[in-house]
């Protein structure tokens, strides 16, 4: 008996295996033959990249891994048109008019539709005749705010404690909520971060132009977001909205009483059937002094029973009370 054998089949699995690895077949339907999208990596990473692009695929778009000549439209995030074309000409790509340039906001429209929609200018990658100030422009006139010192991650950004942007955030956040309610995570996280900017900018922003450049942002040409109006005005929502003000009570639990027919709390309470976990019962027993905010003074009496404390043991300890907590 040839001892050596079954380790020498092993090992001409394993080189064959190698030489020929399997191809992954592919399950998707391609619905919109005419666009080639290619999502830019750059500023974006390789998980998300690839989480889009199977979304893209999944929802009968045809997506490339790789620029190539069939690519009609290069998405980028993050990213403004110089820096695009800066990356296209590393590409050895001469020739950039042969596509579109859109930015991430057109790729989150096209997925919430369900379909391409149309690349207007908004949407667009262009370069900005008003993005450098000229030298007869007033002192006055010339932004002392630069875009570009704005990072894209929140963690590396400085936020004003009065939000000078109050009535654009307060839009962003109802539409990423709605997105939260139907367990949309990709769109709720991009309204998070558009209003994460927002917020951390030290002034109130009253033209287009104080938004160029800057990341994450979906522009509101009308001043106020219509879709965020609706969605206040959606049954679905505002049912929602109570639900899961609730402790205890999440997205799948509100999805379970609205299938039922339940749309206000009083409903909920009213209906013998319904089985609460300890936690919800413990939510809707102790409900108003959860969902109220803790006031100044309280907040004071609390900071100065804890300094009280800490300075027995240490006397030169510095005691900040700080921050917020979302339930």
Same mark, same amino acid.
């Given at each position: 008996?040839?001892?050596?054998?079954p380790?020498a089949?092993?090992?001409?699995?394993?080189?064959?295996?190698?030489?020929?690895?399997?191809?992954?077949?592919?399950?998707?339907?391609?619905k919109?033959?005419?666009?080639?999208?290619?999502?830019?990596?750059?500023?974006?990473? &390789?998980?998300?990249?690839?989480?889009?692009?199977?979304?893209?695929?999944?929802?009968?778009? @045809?997506?490339?891994?790789?620029?190539?000549?069939?690519?009609?439209?290069?998405?980028?995030?993050n990213?403004?048109?110089?820096?695009v074309?800066?990356w296209?000409?590393?590409?050895?790509?001469? $020739?950039?008019?042969?596509?579109e340039?859109?930015?991430?906001?057109?790729?989150?429209?096209?997925?919430? /539709?369900? @379909?391409?929609? $149309?690349?207007?200018?908004?949407?667009?990658?262009?370069?900005q /005749?008003d993005q450098?100030?000229?030298?007869?422009?007033?002192?006055?006139?010339?932004?002392?705010?630069?875009?570009?010192?704005?990072?894209?991650?929140?963690?590396?950004?400085?936020?004003?404690?009065?939000?000078c942007?109050?009535?654009?955030?307060?839009?962003?956040?109802? &539409?990423a909520?709605?997105?939260?309610?139907?367990?949309?995570?990709?769109?709720?996280l991009?309204?998070?971060?558009?209003?994460?900017?927002?917020?951390?900018?030290p002034?109130p922003?009253?033209?287009?132009? $104080?938004?160029?450049?800057?990341?994450? &942002?979906?522009?509101?040409?009308?001043?106020?977001?219509? @879709?965020?109006?609706?969605?206040?005005?959606?049954?679905?929502?505002?049912?929602?909205?109570?639900?899961?003000?609730?402790?205890?009570?999440?997205?799948?639990?509100?999805?379970?009483?609205?299938?039922?027919?339940?749309?206000?709390?009083?409903e909920?309470?009213?209906?013998?059937?319904?089985k609460?976990?300890?936690?919800?019962?413990?939510?809707?027993?102790?409900?108003?002094?959860?969902?109220?905010?803790?006031?100044?003074?309280? /907040?004071?009496?609390?900071?100065?029973i804890?300094?009280?404390?800490?300075?027995?043991?240490?006397?030169?300890?510095?005691?900040?009370?700080?921050?917020?907590?979302?339930r």
């Amino acid at each position: 008996m040839d001892r050596n054998r079954p380790l020498a089949a092993a090992s001409e699995r394993k080189r064959r295996k190698g030489m020929h690895p399997p191809k992954p077949s592919c399950s998707y339907e391609i619905k919109f033959n005419k666009f080639v999208i290619f999502i830019m990596q750059r500023k974006m990473g &390789m998980t998300r990249r690839t989480f889009l692009m199977e979304l893209a695929r999944s929802k009968g778009f @045809r997506v490339e891994s790789e620029l190539s000549d069939s690519v009609t439209h290069i998405v980028a995030e993050n990213n403004s048109y110089p820096e695009v074309l800066d990356w296209l000409r590393g590409q050895a790509v001469g $020739d950039s008019s042969r596509f579109e340039l859109l930015d991430i906001s057109w790729f989150i429209a096209c997925m919430e /539709a369900g @379909r391409p929609v $149309d690349s207007e200018m908004k949407y667009r990658l262009v370069e900005q /005749a008003d993005q450098y100030p000229s030298l007869n422009t007033p002192e006055s006139e010339v932004p002392s705010f630069t875009a570009s010192k704005v990072s894209q991650y929140s963690c590396q950004r400085k936020t004003t404690l009065n939000n000078c942007n109050k009535k654009f955030t307060d839009a962003f956040e109802i &539409m990423a909520e709605s997105y939260e309610f139907k367990e949309n995570e990709i769109l709720c996280l991009e309204f998070l971060r558009a209003a994460s900017v927002l917020k951390s900018l030290p002034f109130p922003v009253t033209r287009m132009k $104080d938004i160029q450049g800057l990341p994450c &942002m979906e522009i509101i040409e009308e001043g106020e977001s219509s @879709r965020a109006k609706d969605v206040l005005n959606d049954e679905r929502y505002k049912s929602f909205k109570q639900f899961t003000s609730v402790f205890g009570v999440g997205v799948k639990t509100s999805e379970k009483w609205f299938r039922m027919g339940l749309r206000t709390l009083e409903e909920v309470k009213a209906d013998k059937t319904l089985k609460l976990s300890k936690m919800q019962k413990a939510g809707f027993l102790y409900y108003e002094d959860l969902v109220s905010c803790v006031s100044k003074a309280e /907040a004071d009496a609390v900071s100065l029973i804890v300094k009280n404390t800490v300075c027995t043991f240490l006397p030169d300890a510095l005691v900040t009370i700080t921050g917020g907590f979302r339930r």
